[in-house]
């Protein structure tokens, strides 16, 4: 790329646009917006975690100050409208379908987790809002509560349509042919890991505005989300049977999702239907308590792994079962997360020729397990680089070499995985060596010689990852049992003055579209950057579009955008033919000039677009006037990023301490269009893997209460648990998209958590330590010392 | 948070009439953790007294002692140049509390009052041999405490300032709860002479306490090999999510060692 004349095309590392507003403190969040007459809505809760609801009392509540209506879930089952759906299912093995119990919108006869609604209280305040719900009696009949999900299939049934609490047993893969190899392995290695429940922790707690319009039976919502179109779809399709077009969703900025902001929520669905039924616009924010009792959490798995070998050290088999904690209800993509977006990924980088999965999602009574950045793939990763970790120590060879002889050649791209999937492309050695050279892996013993004299241990542990993003081909998410398309579109407005408007269906919020989508743009047709502006998450504004998560913005949206552009290009060629009194055929589009091949004669783009829409010299036989196109861009396939990270810590035996003291992360994300926002995308993924293999853990207790339900006990990365991150990148261009680019937002999040357990497990093997759990609290590896001495004593 | 009276005094005289005319009032300080119980609904007061007004910050040397007033925030004790120059462990004390905005806020009679099991500051006035001057007489620090979120403090009793000894030596090490940062296990080692006072906060069921054998182990011979024989029984420690009794009991060691290293 010349960095002379793309000063902020593709590839530059170009300043975000938006944060001027952000930084400033300027951003316009859902709680920021206030419409005349609004109430406040203030959500009743259960405190216990199962139980079946005799009688709601709501009769103080109605007459308390300000209160201006109470309702609970009969109010809601009156009108008819329906709860949250699960946007994919899987079947099971005994051919049966995914076990789908309604969700009610408030309560209705019981309760399932602590946070769960009973009812809703509308005030003039949220504090009168907050004392109405206090004087709400609910009377319940507390059933046993189902904590532990590893043994759910053993308690009280929390849904009568769920038997054994059971909502799938799905499988993938060849069970007989893994087997057979399994059985004919020199070596079998065995491993059981656990990926610790988080909780999403967006900076912006949830939030949702509702106004209805009795002029025209219309509503409009405000929300905390990730997809308005989504929203929309789901809110009037499914749950109010109202035309779309009586409904605008408006996600303004949003401070974070994580997947978390994804699914709809039985609040913002309340506060649609209450702002009818009091006829006042309704507004609801969640407080940090609320936030943490009743966002979708993420993970929670248990990994059962067989890992079988040849002579050569060579893979022969992988088995892996997996039982994994879905919660009390199934949560839009909860299904498909410890699934598709899992078991299809258990081929890593490896060449693998036999692998079978069996995973069971069970109902408990905490809140909804659902998406949370990397979904599935770091789970899957997690098991997979742990084993393999195990492995070579297992059989004592350098676990880079063990990785680097099991990794699929380069020479075998397209490659056909035994779980699904077709890797399109990808080189996985260039990445290993990288990153060894940028943390100096072949001098690590002496550090680790030089650290013992410390009285420290000191170790080192690699994940070579791999993920499937960029959500994807519809054919493909159809054929697995997804219920939406996956594609995403962009419409291109060229303005009469040559500036653009690009609308895309992809959502912000923290990403940088408004900055990477123009780059595109600039880059595409030779115009400066500044001339581009980005809109997004209003569904009266921009074309429907799925939204953004499982990192697809750029891979589906970007290419959408890229589509729209060509578009703009062909018929801007046949502008100017006609302009330039030239053959479409022989004109060329470079740096921003459209120019007869061969000749000085040219036209500006600025002119072209002028011509459009000031078509007094124009062809208007053959062309429509306005220049402004529309792409909708379902990709052939996934997008694969792949990479190697490696970890480097020290622990301090007196307090079992764990320091990251250096981070090596070399990345293969295809094209970078924004190499900077690329680079705080992977710093932040690895921030949150560090967050999820040293500190973070989500802890009910036996009762299902929800423990860490505060930061004064769940315990979020801070900028000094961090080391300072070595960043690099191998590039394999996507063959998927026109760009060449894959994913990055969620690579970091997927690559480090094993990369990090790994490394504290090299750390203290000279103890004969052989496993950690995440997180590694300081309390656990100080215990996995003292055991590890004790058991050498005796 | 339910609606309540405010009142800012200007004098200790003041804001003692103030919460008589009130049957459940509290008086605020810093705020950081009476506001956050009140924002939870946790307590309702009839009024809340702030007493920020009243003239209670002053940080001066008085020869024998380092005397700071209630209302001194951390940040004015982490930064002052005579606390610096006379107890320099209670300036670090105060500069690893919280954060930056708690630090800001937060205040040293709020945070001995409050009595927080995890708070840092009990364990400098256990082991400094402060005294605790009150509205209305002094209590000596072995008197102060007397258990998990409880002092000898009676109701409508305000302490105006706290005189600590200062000491030949002294250092406060503080093994922090990976959350919420507060003391998982925090240590005060002073020295004045031939005794030496060790107390310990974060760790004990009953709130800080003094750890009378480290005291004799370093009284004899003030190193941090002298407490490799010290056994520091984990019966009465605090035992939760981010750390067992028996980890305290470590951390209780390992940060006297580090402290008197
Ligand atoms: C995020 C966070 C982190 C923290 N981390 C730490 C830490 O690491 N270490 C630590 O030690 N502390 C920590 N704290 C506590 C903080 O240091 C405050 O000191 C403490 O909250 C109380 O002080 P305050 O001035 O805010 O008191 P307030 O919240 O105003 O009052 C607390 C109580 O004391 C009473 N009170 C206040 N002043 C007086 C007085 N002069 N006389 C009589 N009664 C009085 C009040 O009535 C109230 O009951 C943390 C707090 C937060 C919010």
Redesign the interface.
């Known amino acids: 790329m010349n960095e002379v004349t793309k000063i902020d095309g593709i590839g530059s590392s170009v300043r975000r646009t938006e944060d001027k507003k952000f930084l400033t403190g300027k951003g316009k969040y859902t709680d920021d917006i206030n419409r005349p007459g609004q109430v406040q809505a203030y959500f009743l809760r259960s405190d216990v975690a199962h139980a079946k609801i005799k009688k709601i009392d709501i009769k103080n509540a109605q007459s308390a100050p300000g209160v201006i209506g109470v309702f609970t879930g009969d109010d809601i089952a009156a009108d008819k409208v329906g709860g949250p759906i699960c946007g994919w299912v899987v079947p099971c093995r005994d051919g049966s379908a995914t076990k789908e119990p309604p969700h009610p919108l408030l309560a209705q006869g019981k309760v399932r987790f602590v946070g769960d609604a009973i009812a809703v209280v509308l005030a003039e305040t949220a504090e009168q809002a907050k004392s109405g719900a206090e004087l709400i009696d609910v009377d319940y009949e507390e059933l046993s509560p189902v904590v532990d999900f590893e043994n759910a299939g053993d308690g009280a049934q929390i849904h009568d349509e769920v038997p054994n609490n059971c909502y799938f047993d799905w499988e993938l893969g060849d069970e007989k042919a893994t087997a057979d190899a399994l059985s004919g392995a020199k070596k079998i290695v065995k491993l059981r890991v656990r990926n610790n429940r988080l909780v999403p922790n967006a900076m912006e707690p949830r939030s949702a505005l509702a106004e209805f319009d009795n002029l025209d039976d219309s509503y409009t919502l405000h929300t905390t989300s990730q997809n308005p179109h989504l929203t929309r779809l789901v809110l009037a399709a499914f749950m109010f049977a109202i035309p779309e077009s009586k409904l605008r969703v408006i996600a303004p900025d949003v401070g974070g999702g994580f997947g978390s902001k994804i699914y709809v929520y039985i609040e913002e669905a309340v506060c649609v239907w209450a702002s009818k039924k009091v006829g006042r616009p309704v507004k609801w924010t969640a407080d940090r308590t609320q936030a943490f009792l009743t966002d979708c959490h993420g993970r929670d798995h248990v990994n059962d792994v067989q890992l079988g070998l040849d002579e050569n050290n060579k893979i022969v088999g992988l088995r892996v079962d997996t039982v994994c904690n879905l919660g009390a209800y199934l949560s839009a993509f909860s299904v498909v997360v410890p699934t598709y977006l899992h078991g299809t990924l258990l081929s890593g980088q490896y060449d693998i020729p036999a692998i079978y999965t069996n995973v069971k999602g069970m109902a408990t009574n905490t809140v909804n397990v659902d998406a949370y950045r990397g979904a599935g793939r770091p789970e899957a990763t997690y098991l997979l680089e742990r084993t393999m970790e195990a492995a070579a120590r297992e059989v004592g060879m350098d676990p880079a070499e063990f990785r680097r002889i099991n990794f699929i050649p380069k020479d075998a791209f397209p490659y056909q995985t035994q779980v699904a999937l077709q890797y399109d492309i990808g080189d996985y050695e260039p990445h290993l060596d990288k990153a060894m050279e940028m943390i100096d892996y072949s001098n690590f013993e002496t550090r680790r010689a030089e650290a013992a004299k410390r009285g420290m241990y000191r170790g080192i542990g690699i994940s070579s990852y791999i993920e499937a993003c960029g959500l994807a081909p519809s054919a493909v998410v159809g054929a697995l049992g997804g219920r939406v398309g996956q594609w995403e579109s962009a419409s291109v407005r060229v303005n009469p003055t040559g500036t653009i408007s690009v609308f895309t269906g992809s959502h912000s919020h923290g990403q940088g579209h408004a900055t990477t989508f123009a780059q595109i743009v600039a880059d595409k047709l030779g115009i400066p950057m500044e001339n581009v502006e980005v809109v997004h998450g209003d569904t009266d504004k921009t074309p429907f579009g799925m939204g953004s998560y499982g990192s697809r913005s750029l891979a589906s949206g970007g290419s959408a955008i890229s589509k729209a552009v060509d578009k703009i290009i062909n018929k801007s060629k046949k502008i100017a033919a006609h302009l330039l009194e030239a053959s479409e055929d022989d004109i060329d589009f470079k740096d921003g000039k459209f120019v007869v091949g061969g000749t000085d004669k040219e036209k500006a783009f600025g002119e072209i677009a002028l011509a459009a829409y000031v078509p007094h010299n124009y062809p208007l036989e053959t062309l429509e006037p306005g220049l402004e196109e529309n792409a909708f861009y379902d990709p052939t396939n996934f997008v694969y990023p792949s990479g190697t990270h490696i970890a480097e810590v020290e622990v301090d035996p007196a307090t079992g301490v764990v320091q990251v003291v250096d981070w090596a992360a070399c990345d293969d994300f295809g094209n970078l269009v924004n190499p900077m926002i690329v680079e705080g995308q992977v710093h932040g993924g690895i921030a949150q893997g560090i967050g999820q293999a040293l500190l973070e853990d989500a802890h009910y207790d036996e009762n299902g209460q929800l423990l860490t339900a505060s930061y004064m006990d769940y315990c979020m990365p801070r900028a000094d648990d961090l080391p300072s991150f070595k960043v690099g990148y191998t590039t394999t261009p996507s063959t998927v998209n026109d760009l060449g680019v894959k994913g990055c937002g969620e690579a970091g999040a997927i690559a480090s958590p094993p990369a990090l357990i790994n490394a504290v497990i090299d750390a203290l093997s000279p103890l004969g330590v052989t496993d950690m759990s995440m997180p590694a609290t300081p309390q656990k590896v100080w215990k996995a010392i003292q055991d590890s001495q004790s058991v050498a004593a005796e | 948070?339910?609606?309540t009276k405010y009142v800012k005094p200007n004098s200790t005289t003041e804001a003692l009439e103030a919460i008589k005319s009130l049957s459940e009032g509290k008086f605020l300080a810093g705020g950081m953790t009476l506001i956050p119980t009140l924002k939870?609904?946790l307590a309702s007061p009839d009024g809340l007294v702030d007493i920020s007004g009243c003239k209670l910050d002053s940080i001066a040397d008085e020869g024998e002692t380092l005397k700071i007033g209630a209302m001194a925030r951390h940040i004015s004790v982490a930064e002052s140049a005579v606390v610096k120059m006379a107890i320099p462990a209670l300036a670090k004390l105060a500069d690893g509390i919280g954060d930056r905005q708690v630090r800001n806020r937060g205040t040293l009679g709020g945070s001995v009052a409050n009595n927080d099991p995890s708070a840092c500051y009990p364990s400098a006035v256990l082991a400094l041999k402060a005294t605790v001057h009150t509205s209305n007489r002094s209590l000596a620090a072995d008197d102060f405490f007397t258990g998990m979120f409880e002092t000898a403090l009676e109701e409508d009793e305000i302490i105006e300032s706290i005189s600590f000894l200062k000491p030949t030596k002294a250092n406060y090490v503080k093994?922090p709860n990976?959350?919420?940062r507060?003391a998982m296990v925090g240590v005060f080692v002073a020295q004045f002479g031939d005794e030496v006072r060790v107390a310990v906060t974060g760790a004990g069921e009953g709130g800080v306490f003094r750890h009378q054998e480290m005291e004799s182990a370093l009284s004899s011979n003030f190193s941090a090999d002298s407490l490799s024989s010290v056994n520091i029984v984990s019966d009465g420690l605090i035992s939760d999510?981010?750390?067992?009794a028996e980890?305290r009991a470590?951390?209780i060691k390992?940060m006297t060692k580090r402290a008197v290293a």
């Open positions: 948070m339910y609606s939870q609904r093994f990976p959350a919420s507060y999510l981010h750390a067992s980890y470590n951390l390992e």
